[in-house]
């Protein structure tokens, strides 16, 4: 069945990075968009990243461009997000989502399935 494992998180300064990670199992990884999401204490979730199957294009939340970056290693199923410039408000859970095709999903696609998340909190 569908697995995906995210890691990664921890404790960053202000200012510092992390790179997240999910491992996926159980489906043709490099075949399906992935995408990343987030939920900070007190909100909604919040959809931050898409990866095309091949890793060519990726979408952004507008808010965050230029901080992130996803990519993915489709010969090892791993799923990335890189984050720099690290502020108070990206603590947050974070999630990896299969989406349920080639295009990337969002966070309404009933037939997205997520991960169990990764904690990341910023703070000084």
């Known amino acids: 069945q569908v697995q995906l494992v995210e890691s990664g998180g921890g404790l960053a300064q202000p200012g510092g990075s992390l790179r997240l990670s999910c491992a996926a199992s159980?489906?043709?990884?490099?075949?399906?968009?992935m995408v990343w999401a987030r939920h900070a204490p007190g909100q909604g979730l919040e959809w931050v990243a898409g990866?095309?199957?091949?890793?060519?294009?990726?979408d952004y939340r507008d808010s965050l461009k230029g901080r992130v970056t996803v990519s993915r290693d489709n010969t090892k199923n791993i799923l990335y997000l890189q984050m720099d410039s690290l502020k108070h408000e990206d603590t947050a859970l974070y999630y990896c989502?299969?989406?349920?095709?080639?295009?990337?999903?969002?966070?309404?696609?009933?037939?997205?399935?997520w991960g169990q998340g990764t904690q990341v909190t910023v703070s000084s």
């Open positions: 989502g299969k989406c349920p095709s080639g295009y990337v999903c969002e966070l309404a696609d009933e037939d997205a399935y």
């Open positions: 159980g489906f043709t990884f490099s075949t399906y968009a």
């Open positions: 990866s095309y199957p091949d890793g060519s294009v990726a």
